[in-house]
């Protein structure tokens, strides 16, 4: 499985922008899709996951409200809306697919995209 997340960019706080994560190769064998991303200086951590077997979702506490992750089954691509951004949102953005059939299955990454939201 192949990812290329796209969708980046400079934004000014309160603004929006939406990621994408086009999959390709063995997309039938995909269970879910997370986003995760990396401040500058700092850990990756979480973001956002969908199953690719009933769309359920969940959400890092610190975007829960603000992103929306959704899936275009027909298209295998995952977006993250990110709405009213703030500067600590300013991060490398990752997504990543578990290939398998449970969330321990391994995961694929793809590159990163930048996001960097002005104060």
């Known amino acids: 499985v192949q990812l290329q997340a796209s969708g980046g960019g400079l934004v000014q706080a309160g603004g929006s922008l939406k990621l994408s994560c086009a999959a390709s190769?063995?997309?039938?064998?995909?269970?879910?899709t997370r986003w995760f991303r990396q401040p500058p200086g700092k850990e990756r951590e979480f973001v956002a996951v969908?199953?690719?077997?009933?769309?359920?979702?969940s959400y890092a506490d610190s975007v829960k409200g603000r992103f929306t992750i959704s899936r275009d089954n027909a298209k295998n691509t995952v977006f993250l809306q990110m709405n009213s951004l703030r500067p600590d949102d300013t991060a490398v953005y990752y997504c990543?697919?578990?290939?398998?059939?449970?969330?321990?299955?391994?995961?694929?990454w793809g590159q990163g995209t930048q996001v960097t939201v002005s104060s």
């Open positions: 969908i199953s690719w077997r009933d769309d359920s979702t």
């Open positions: 190769g063995r997309t039938s064998n995909i269970y879910g």
């Open positions: 990543t697919a578990v290939v398998g059939s449970s969330w321990s299955s391994p995961s694929y």
